[in-house]
């Protein structure tokens, strides 16, 4: 057992969820939920480093109780890619005692810095994605591109119809927009209808 992998790995997991992932994102229980599993991953695979038990079997069980743990609640993308650099991170401080530690700190903190360069507001600055219920049921895209614009001052690059519902007059909408929305502009879009 290195114990500077130990130190490591809580000192990465704690950046990861409360120097990048909350001030990002405001989720105050999947932070939590990182350093739970991170820990957790940590103990059992130094637990599992050093016991007869086949590693394979051990990290089977993990991806069945990730699989279990993602399915249980909503996470976008975003937070899915925090939970498994959660799990990742553990999975290296606790069977990278075979590897040195330069490595071991390399892969880490190479996790941390992907994490904070990519969600960042500089380079994903230009893109929103935003779930949405309409209070009219339109079938046409580009009409429902308008009124999203319209409503939303952004210009809509993406619209896909989730649900028409002709009954309630609602449209349920994915849309990925961005910027401000102008007049008629002949940016592309990618409208579809489900």
Do not use: W
Request: net charge positive; with cysteine; glycine share 10%.
């Amino acid at each position: 057992m290195d114990v500077r992998l130990f130190a490591l790995d809580i000192a990465a997991i704690c950046a990861l969820a409360f120097a990048l992932y909350y001030p990002r994102h405001r989720r105050k229980d999947l932070a939590v939920a990182l350093v739970g599993v991170n820990i957790g991953v940590l103990a059992v695979t130094t637990a599992l480093a050093t016991a007869t038990v086949g590693a394979g079997l051990g990290l089977g069980l993990f991806g069945v109780l990730s699989i279990i743990r993602l399915r249980s609640s909503e996470l976008s993308q975003v937070e899915v890619a925090y939970y498994f650099a959660a799990l990742a991170i553990g999975l290296i401080g606790g069977l990278g005692s075979g590897m040195p530690f330069a490595a071991a700190s390399a892969l880490i903190g190479g996790i941390v810095f992907a994490l904070a360069v990519v969600d960042s507001r500089r380079v994903m600055s230009g893109s929103r994605h935003m779930a949405m219920v309409v209070d009219r049921a339109i079938g046409d895209a580009d009409e429902l591109a308008r009124f999203i614009e319209a409503r939303t001052g952004m210009a809509v690059r993406e619209v896909s119809v989730v649900r028409l519902d002709y009954v309630n007059d609602s449209t349920t909408v994915d849309v990925r927009c961005g910027g401000k929305a102008a007049v008629e502009s002949a940016r592309p879009r990618n409208l579809r209808a489900a």
